[in-house]
């Protein structure tokens, strides 16, 4: 984890510095799985003398996400654990919805629904979850743009009915082929381009999928009229 940490119109005292240091061991445990590199933690601490007063700023950014929190306070001490305490409960339930929010669309998939309720058994599968949404979320938005994109392409081609597929079932089929590639200890260089392929391979095998379904009902329609 990066960090920088500011002290403005004072001289902190070495206890105060370590009460920093601990602090931020303890929150650099509780985030788990994100990657260190992409981890940057702020903290600038201001004195105002006239006042008496210690203004505390904390941000904690992590992919997707940027957390702060601010404090003004008389007691040191008492301004800056509130303001890590302030983050911890936002990291805490940041990474909660991290872990629900790609697996509550798709209630239609059975395969999907098996795979989270096995990953909840299991904490190693818990740890691999949160691991591997902590790397794709950052570049989801990209792909469901490129996926609705080559939908209506796909449709204006008539490689697809019009309104067939949604862009959420091809993005939720290639989250799982991705999810599998990764729990299997693949190593993935380019993540964007990583999900872009999944993407379009399921999206090719729905094609072919539909397309094998129109042939047959053409086949049997005649075979009826013959």
Do not use: C
């Not at 702060?68 to 001490?77: G, N, P, T």
């Not at 938005?141 to 490129?146: A, E, I, Q, T």
């Not at 260089?189 to 872009?196: F, G, S, T």
Request: aromatic share 8%; glycine share 4%.
């Amino acid at each position: 984890m990066q960090r920088n940490v500011e002290f403005k119109d004072f001289e902190p005292s070495k206890h105060f510095t370590s009460l920093i240091d601990r602090l931020t061991a303890k929150l650099e445990k509780n985030i788990g799985t994100f990657s260190p590199d992409a981890i940057h933690l702020r903290l600038m601490v201001e004195h105002n003398s006239a006042r008496k007063l210690y203004t505390f700023s904390l941000t904690l950014d992590v992919p997707g996400k940027a957390l702060a929190a601010k404090e003004e306070r008389h007691d040191i001490q008492a301004g800056i654990r509130s303001v890590f305490q302030e983050i911890d409960r936002q990291l805490k339930k940041y990474k909660a919805n991290l872990r629900r929010e790609h697996w509550k669309r798709p209630e239609r998939r059975q395969e999907l629904r098996e795979m989270k309720a096995e990953a909840a058994s299991s904490v190693a599968e818990e740890g691999k979850r949160e691991a591997f949404f902590s790397v794709v979320t950052p570049h989801l938005k990209r792909v469901d743009h490129f996926v609705r994109h080559l939908i209506r392409y796909s449709e204006a081609m008539g490689d697809l009915p019009k309104g067939n597929v949604s862009p959420s079932e091809i993005v939720d089929g290639a989250l799982l082929r991705a999810y599998r590639e990764f729990a299997s200890g693949r190593s993935i260089p380019d993540v964007k381009n990583w999900l872009v392929r999944d993407a379009l391979d399921q999206l090719d095998s729905v094609v072919t999928r539909l397309k094998a379904e129109r042939e047959t009902t053409v086949q049997i329609e005649e075979e009826r009229a013959a």
